[in-house]
């Protein structure tokens, strides 16, 4: 009965805005039209939601982001849920042989050994080397620590903590690499785009290129695309590369990758990746990559062309 409810266990409507990014508005409604997410009520009728409801509405934001319908999502169990966002993660075909190490890595993060975690990852580079890391290894570890937030298992923090040991560990490795010195027309301009605020693909994106011997411009994150974009002709670089994550919203993805190919001129090559573009319509004159080894290959083709 709803007098017997316990708070203690339960989220206050504003709680769960607070923690979703719903509004409480559209949480009403959805309750109204699809019957998700049907709350708990105490004796003055009050909505009391329970961390099932929290858990699932966390990753129906993520599918609502990415552009899904909520008619679409909204009836998924939590398992169908995750299975859908994982369907935007990579997964190379080594990562298996690496999954060990991978949940080795979860539990040492869990455990609060991040020394142990730097020692593992500075070994596994040492090893495959940058290239097999970058492309192969490092990838399905993110996807690891990705499912493992999704599902509870870390926390923000946790994940905060991971992304700037492995920041710290590239950056490292991007300066011990040879760069050679190009007019900007034989350069590359990375950025992520406002309000997006991850860095981790943009730095690998940046090794992956210098590796294959191209000269690096790095704005870093959370770039205004009009200030991007006057950067960009002012410089007149040859090639530009936007890095979109998985928390950026479709239409958001789609006007900015339209408005850079607009601006852009033709001789400047535009290059979109990250898990944001996945599903996205194509647009004529820009190349998407949703996996680094995809760019690394491309490029490589085009060399011998």
Known sequence: MATELNAA????IAEVERETGISKDTLRIWE???????????????RYYSQ????????VKRLLDQGHKPSRVLHLSLEELQSSLSTNLSVPPHSLAHAHDYSHAVGLILSGQHHDLQTLMQERLAVLGPHEFIEHWLPPLNDSIGHA?????LSLVHEHIYSEQVQNLLRCQLNQMPHTHKPPAQQALLSTVAPDTYGLGLLMLEIVLTQQGICCTSLGVNIPLNSLLDYAL????????????LDCKRSRVIKAIALARKTLPESSSLWV????????PRIKGVHYFLHLRDIATALKNQSKT
């Open 149 to 153: 937030w999704l599902q509870g298992e």
């Open 32 to 46: 109204r039209r699809y019957q998700f997410p049907v709350p708990e009520r105490d004796a003055r009728g009050i």
């Open 52 to 59: 099932q409801h929290r858990d699932k509405l966390t990753l």
């Open 9 to 12: 266990h339960y989220l206050s």
């Open 273 to 280: 990746g990250g898990a944001g573009i996945s599903g996205i």
């Open 234 to 245: 002012q410089r007149s670089f040859g090639m530009i590369c936007l890095s979109f994550s």
